[in-house]
């Protein structure tokens, strides 16, 4: 399985981006996806998750209401629309994908993209 994240960069506080992972080596609409984020110093989190129907989804507290997570499964493409961005958002953003089939949305993984930088400016 490769994951290719994109669509990262600068943006000032309430600014808006959106994530794209594209996926490939297996059969995309059967599985959910997530994203996670990592910042220097902290763990890596996971920020939202989508089944592979886009039925069940998940969000962190931290950005409920600010960011949303959807999948176009024609595209194997998995999206983060992030808005409203704060400072506190900046990090590396890996989508993910796991191992096993789940009509839920994943709550654990095994393949990982490269990481695209987000950075909100004060």
């Known amino acids: 399985v490769q994951l290719q994240a994109s669509g990262g960069g600068l943006v000032q506080t309430g600014g808006s981006l959106r994530l794209s992972c594209a996926a490939s080596?297996?059969?995309?609409?059967?599985?959910?996806m997530g994203w996670f984020r990592q910042a220097p110093g902290t763990e890596r989190e996971l920020v939202a998750a989508?089944?592979?129907?886009?039925?069940?989804?998940y969000y962190a507290d931290s950005v409920k209401g600010r960011f949303t997570i959807s999948r176009d499964n024609a595209k194997n493409t998995v999206y983060l629309q992030m808005n409203s961005l704060k400072p506190e958002d900046t990090a590396v953003y890996y989508c993910?994908?796991?191992?096993?089939?789940?009509?839920?949305?994943?709550?654990?993984?095994?393949?990982w993209g490269q990481g695209t930088q987000v950075t909100v400016s004060s």
């Open positions: 080596g297996r059969t995309f609409s059967s599985y959910g």
């Open positions: 989508i089944s592979w129907s886009g039925g069940s989804q």
């Open positions: 993910a994908a796991p191992s096993i089939l789940s009509t839920d949305y994943p709550r654990e993984y095994a393949y």
